[in-house]
């Protein structure tokens, strides 16, 4: 059954992916060069970016904040990429053949979504964008922490959960602010 939250997640979903595909286009899979821990801190100056703007209530480079949310959800699906390409060498791979995972991380981040809505029910409809904002900075700091735990956890959630939240935040964030809507 759609529900609301579920047709604006695709509407969100639907518009980073058409960025990822273009993108994929003009540069290729440049991004295979990076470790995990850099793309970690790439989503990390996004977020960071969104929070200094947000807290100063004005910006100075006329970057929309979306940009950097949807780079937040693009990044967060380029590491998990990357996980399910950990053994493979290739620099270059194809957008037809990332497409198939980027869908699959997809799909698998929205399942955990809707258990999450069904627990919760989606209380974060209730929150504010820059708390959201802060919980993506958290995970992000729990993410360097498993990393420089060279990925071991003892009782946490692992690395990918991690960038499943964030993106999941990051998509809420987007519409909260209207971004499903716009064209």
């Given at each position: 059954?759609?529900?609301?939250?579920?047709?604006?997640?695709?509407?969100?979903?639907?518009?980073?992916?058409?960025?990822?595909?273009?993108?994929?286009?003009?540069?290729?899979?440049?991004?295979?060069?990076?470790?995990?821990?850099?793309?970690?801190?790439?989503?990390?100056?996004?977020?960071?970016?969104?929070?200094?703007?947000?807290?100063?209530?004005?910006?100075?480079?006329?970057?929309?904040?979306?940009?950097?949310?949807?780079?937040?959800?693009?990044?967060?699906?380029?590491?998990?990429?990357?996980?399910?390409?950990?053994?493979?060498?290739?620099?270059?791979?194809?957008?037809?053949?990332?497409?198939?995972?980027?869908?699959?991380?997809?799909?698998?981040?929205?399942?955990?979504?809707?258990?999450?809505?069904?627990?919760?029910?989606?209380?974060?409809?209730?929150?504010?964008v820059s708390s959201m904002t802060d919980i993506i900075l958290m995970k992000l700091l729990r993410l360097k922490q498993i990393e420089d735990n060279q990925g071991?956890?003892?009782?946490?959630?692992?690395?990918?959960?991690?960038?499943?939240?964030?993106?999941?935040?990051?998509?809420?964030?987007?519409?909260?602010?209207?971004?499903?809507?716009?064209?």
């Open positions: 059954m759609e529900t609301k939250t579920n047709s604006e997640y695709t509407q969100v979903i639907s518009r980073c992916k058409e960025l990822f595909r273009k993108k994929t286009l003009d540069y290729g899979t440049s991004w295979r060069i990076m470790r995990l821990a850099s793309i970690t801190d790439q989503i990390f100056i996004k977020a960071q970016r969104i929070r200094s703007v947000q807290e100063k209530g004005s910006q100075k480079i006329d970057d929309p904040l979306e940009d950097d949310f949807i780079g937040i959800i693009n990044y967060s699906l380029i590491a998990l990429i990357q996980i399910s390409f950990k053994d493979d060498e290739r620099m270059e791979l194809p957008f037809e053949e990332l497409e198939k995972h980027y869908d699959q991380w997809v799909d698998l981040t929205r399942g955990l979504l809707e258990n999450k809505n069904h627990d919760y029910g989606e209380a974060w409809r209730d929150m504010r071991k956890t003892l009782v946490s959630e692992g690395i990918e959960a991690n960038y499943q939240d964030m993106i999941n935040y990051a998509v809420f964030c987007l519409i909260k602010m209207g971004y499903h809507h716009a064209s």
